[in-house]
């Protein structure tokens, strides 16, 4: 047997499970398929969010977002913006 300890794979969803394609505008639909293309190559973590009504007007606003890319050799690299309120 080995004495390795096994590797622990880490899960990170990407960004297109939160921002769909039916999400973005179609006055964008002319980048809509690039933009949905992007989000299906950053991931995230650490997603906080919060969500209130105001005059009836639903409003979100993101608390905590870390964003990831994977690069072609399986590599994590953090992305530069961490975004917290």
Do not use: H
């Amino acid at each position: 047997m080995s004495n390795q300890t096994p590797v622990t794979r880490r899960y990170y969803p990407r960004l297109s499970s939160v921002v769909t394609k039916d999400d973005i505008p179609d006055i964008l639909g002319f980048i809509k398929d690039g933009v949905t293309n992007l989000l299906d190559t950053i991931y995230y973590k650490d997603l906080q969010y919060r969500i209130k009504w105001r005059f009836g007007i639903l409003l979100q606003k993101i608390e905590e977002l870390t964003l990831y890319v994977i690069s072609q050799n399986k590599e994590i690299e953090k992305l530069k913006a961490t975004i917290k309120e």
